[in-house]
């Protein structure tokens, strides 16, 4: 990057010094047109082009035509020079225009942004809350719910850009994400929905940032199972207790382990954006988080279990994902299952037991993407993993143990 920045700079000096040249020519030029010109002021008649001999033969074959080849020889040489002088800021003026037009997609795209999607995923993605009314299969009014949108910050991270753009274009039925593209109704163009990927890449966090947002989300879930298990604890221990219940439930032998795996499962960090509970369990983006929530709901809205959109607290019975009760006829051993939860699926790409992906189904081990260049290293972009192998590991010890 710094030899294209120092090549650039010395081609715009060359190209300062030609121009330079160049206009002192023409000034020069115009100054002595200009005097030449006052000198014939007033002998119009003895200068007039018809009144004026022309150069005999011997005048036009050496001394003008020695003239007009040197000129033209100059303008060769100008030539020569100006084409590989173009050649060699060519890669800079398409690198340069290239980062402009990424500047101006994501400009752009945050306008759209803020105007499209802000009022349901917060301002600069970081998650919020939409206002949706459930209806039945028949679209009858069923319940009015608070919704809560998941933040697009750890977005690509889980989803290659040609899923988040297919979301974008068709939407999620059955929540309050629209379609917003042509190819499903919406209102934007192909390049819009480009655009507002392109402003989702700003935003996107880095390794640090993802790691502390999830590790929040864990915290707060064992926070709770602390002050559950001692009311009396004092606030200055708190730390402390989350601590040791943290390095022992990492045990896999541990009694602690599957409710640590429950946590991963239901982390409501980032409107639970980087959760399982969102897709496979029933009502927990509206407020379904456990069976005192869930009674709630259904106490407040009957036609929830009416519908049968909700019946009760049933972790994993699936909603936009499929139900996670029976998991191991289609993962036969959990190192299998703990791949695909890590990769995600590919459309059209087998998984398990006779599956065949749909792109649904986001991966939460990180990402790469080939087709973008990090502008420090110049490396394909790495988008930050989500879960580490171990935490997915506790995820799937979890889900094999629904029923």
């Known amino acids: 990057m710094t030899s294209l920045i120092l090549a650039a700079s010395t081609q715009r000096s060359i190209g300062w010094v030609l121009a330079t040249i160049v206009v002192v020519g023409f000034a020069v030029y115009l100054l002595f047109s200009f005097r030449i010109g006052k000198q014939e002021l007033g002998s119009e008649i003895d200068t007039a082009a018809n009144r004026v001999p022309h150069y005999d033969d011997d005048e036009l074959e050496t001394r003008r035509l020695d003239s007009h080849l040197g000129w033209s020889l100059v303008t060769l040489a100008a030539v020569s020079m100006i084409l590989p002088l173009y050649w060699l800021m060519e ?12 500047s101006r997609f994501e400009s752009r795209g945050g306008q759209e942004f803020e105007a499209a ?3 349901c995923h917060g301002p600069g993605g970081v998650g919020g809350v939409a206002a949706f009314t459930l209806v039945d299969s ?15 910050t750890t977005v690509l991270s889980r989803y290659d850009e040609s899923e988040v753009e297919f979301i974008l274009n068709y939407g999620r039925p059955g929540t309050p994400m629209p379609a917003w593209g042509l190819p499903g109704g919406g209102p934007l163009t192909e390049q819009q929905i480009h655009q ?8 996107q966090l880095d390794q640090d940032e993802a790691t502390a947002e999830i590790a929040s989300g864990i915290e707060t879930g064992v926070r709770n199972i602390v002050m559950m298990d001692d009311a009396a604890i004092a606030d200055d221990n708190i730390d402390a207790a989350v601590a040791a219940w943290l390095e022992d439930a990492v045990d896999p032998s541990s009694d602690n382990y599957l409710a640590y795996g429950e946590l991963l499962f239901n982390n409501p960090a980032a409107q639970g954006a980087n959760s399982c509970a969102r897709c496979h369990t029933p009502g927990f983006s509206y407020g379904a988080i456990d069976a005192d929530s869930t009674d709630g709901l259904l106490a407040e809205w009957p036609g929830l279990s009416e ?14 994902g499929p139900s996670l009760s029976g998991v191991e006829a289609h993962f036969p051993t959990a190192d299998g299952q703990t791949d695909f939860v890590l990769s995600g699926s590919e459309v059209g790409v087998g998984y398990g037991n006779a599956r065949s992906g749909t792109g649904v189904m986001p991966g939460f081990g990180g990402r790469v993407d080939d087709d973008l260049l990090d502008k420090e290293t110049g490396k ?11 935490q997915v590991a506790a995820i799937v010890a979890y889900e094999r143990s629904l029923r």
Do not use: M
């Open 307 to 320: 519908s049968g959109l909700l019946t009760g607290w049933q972790p994993g019975a699936g909603h936009v």
């Open 91 to 102: 890669p800079a003026r398409q690198e340069n225009a290239a980062e402009t037009w990424v």
């Open 138 to 152: 028949d679209g009858g009014f069923v319940a009015q719910v608070d919704w809560k949108a998941p933040a697009l």
């Open 380 to 390: 394909s972009v790495n988008y930050s993993q989500l879960l580490t192998r171990e």
């Open 196 to 203: 507002l990927v392109v402003y989702l890449r700003s935003i």
């Open 117 to 119: 999607c802000s009022s």
